[in-house]
């Protein structure tokens, strides 16, 4: 499930998800059954907007920096008492996820959100513990929710591996603050890239598998599962990123927008004994 905010103010707009209320629970734990009805699992994955809340009065982030450009408003600097319920509110929205059944639980660090804000060396200009170390809010956000989740459960985190911004962080700073949330927990990266802000000179080509490399290289230094994304819908090439062990898995994002039977169509066109083709369409392959 989409990005989901863990306090109405956490929300890109209005229109997000949220699981910020007990109240929430029992229709996130429809969806859920619903899926499980059908042999299939489901994750779910909890999120701040940060200075990237379009709909919030006033915006909070780690630093008063604002996003450019319209619709993006001067955001609040959190106070470190604050910074400590945000971490809270992290805490108690997966209790709730993993009360209406997930089977997995990803936190969103990437696309400049308010975990990447911290994480950031141009949207993190602060002076207490969580400036000195820009990993120190993720880390303490994945402790606090692991403690909420069963043990076998899988924790992934979303990173931007590199922002596009000039002046903005690199794959090794990725790879070092990757190493800080392994050891506190994380199981499983899911390997994107910018959105802290409009790009600059290193915006990788709008090729298929743009991102794969940023996966491999996570994968490499810290002997970690990770998850390739960005136009793999060729079946071939999603296989051929599995195959030739660039990455654990692959996510489908538009490609499955556009083609709800992706799955089904990747299966068939790469001859898998594992097709999902319901009983009665048989015939119609
Ligand atoms: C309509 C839409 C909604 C998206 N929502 C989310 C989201 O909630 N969380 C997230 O991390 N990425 C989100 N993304 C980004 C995708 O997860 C993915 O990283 C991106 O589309 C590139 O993969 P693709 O080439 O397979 O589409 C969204 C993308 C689209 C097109």
Redesign the pocket.
Known sequence: M??TDVHPDGRITDGDLGIWSDEHIPAFARIIDGVHAHGAKIGI?IAHAGRKAEDAAVPVAPSAIQFPGAPYKMPHALTTSEVQAVVGQFADAARRAVQAGVDALEL?G??GYLIHQFQSPLTNKREDEYGQDLARFGVEVIQAVKKEMPADMPLIF?ISAVEYADGGYDIDHAIELSKAYQAAGVDAFHV?SGGEGPAGQRKPGNYPGYQVPFARQIREALQVPVIA?????DPALAQSVIGNEDADLV?????M?RDPYWATHAAVALKSNHTSIPQPYIRAY
């Open positions: 989409e990005m994955q969103h990437a696309h979303r994107s994304v960005g136009m793999l819908e996510a489908i994002a538009r490609g927008l």
